[in-house]
């Protein structure tokens, strides 16, 4: 099966910095690649899909690179309502559909 | 607009069975594909299985395959998850999530439910 790491597994950033988050896959998955971001206590929301597409109503201070087995997110401008873990996952093929381990974003 | 409503998730016995529903609603329920991912306390996401848009096709996590079947009702809208030998480790709430790609068993999740809690304990 493909593997997904996320780095780092957490960090810590200040209000206005930019962040970078990266997925790397074990294996080429094109573009098949979404990101999601979990707040504390609710449910995932859908951030990013084919790697690049910001989904609908998602601020566009989240942007997001990559293909095949290296991916980012980037967040411009931290805001404090940006503290979350955000997830990678794949999708190029079913099953599975593997999620990387997360990275917790905590404001400084 | 879309809406997931997932029910009955509770506190079961090891060993126990138990059958969740998520009803779906605000799109057409029959051209997508549906998955359920569960989180247990405080780890990630896990994906669990996924219900084809074609109803004859699951697909199924190594850690629930041959315990737990997905399943859907076109005609009530609603995809279910059969849950039988439960383990303690299957312990997590679980979430019902649209695949955002119509006419395609592939795709990010675009909306999800609140999630049930499942509790697997004696």
């Known amino acids: 099966d493909i593997q997904m790491t996320q780095s780092p597994s957490s960090l810590s950033a200040s209000v206005g910095d930019r962040v970078t988050i990266t997925c790397r896959a074990s294996?080429?998955?094109?573009?098949?690649l979404a990101w999601y971001q979990q707040k504390p206590g609710k449910v995932p929301k859908l951030l990013i899909y084919?790697?690049?597409n910001l989904q609908s109503g998602v601020p566009s201070r989240f942007s997001a690179s990559g293909s095949e087995t290296d991916f980012t997110l980037t967040i411009n401008s931290l805001q404090p309502d940006d503290v979350a873990t955000y997830y990678c996952?794949?999708?190029?093929?079913?099953?599975?559909?593997?999620f990387g381990q997360g990275t917790r974003l905590e404001i400084k | 607009e879309v809406q997931l409503l997932e029910s009955g998730g509770d506190l079961v016995q090891p060993g126990g069975s138990l059958r969740l529903s998520c009803a779906a609603s605000?799109?057409?329920?029959?051209?997508?594909?549906m998955t359920w991912v569960r989180q247990a306390p405080g780890k990630g996401l896990e994906w669990v299985a996924t219900?084809?848009?074609?109803?004859?096709?699951?697909y199924y996590g190594d850690s629930v395959r041959g315990r737990f079947t997905v399943s859907r009702d076109n005609s009530k809208n609603t995809v279910y998850l059969q849950m039988n030998s439960l383990r303690t480790e299957d312990t997590a709430t679980y979430y019902c999530?649209?695949?955002?790609?119509?006419?395609?068993?592939?795709?990010?999740?675009?909306?999800w439910g609140q999630g049930t809690v499942v509790t697997v304990s004696s």
């Open positions: 605000g799109f057409t329920f029959n051209t997508h594909s």
């Open positions: 219900a084809s848009y074609i109803t004859e096709s699951t």
């Open positions: 999530a649209k695949n955002n790609v119509p006419g395609s068993s592939r795709g990010a999740l675009d909306f």
């Open positions: 996952q794949r999708y190029n093929t079913v099953p599975p559909l593997t």
């Open positions: 084919g790697a690049t």
């Open positions: 294996q080429g998955i094109g573009y098949y």
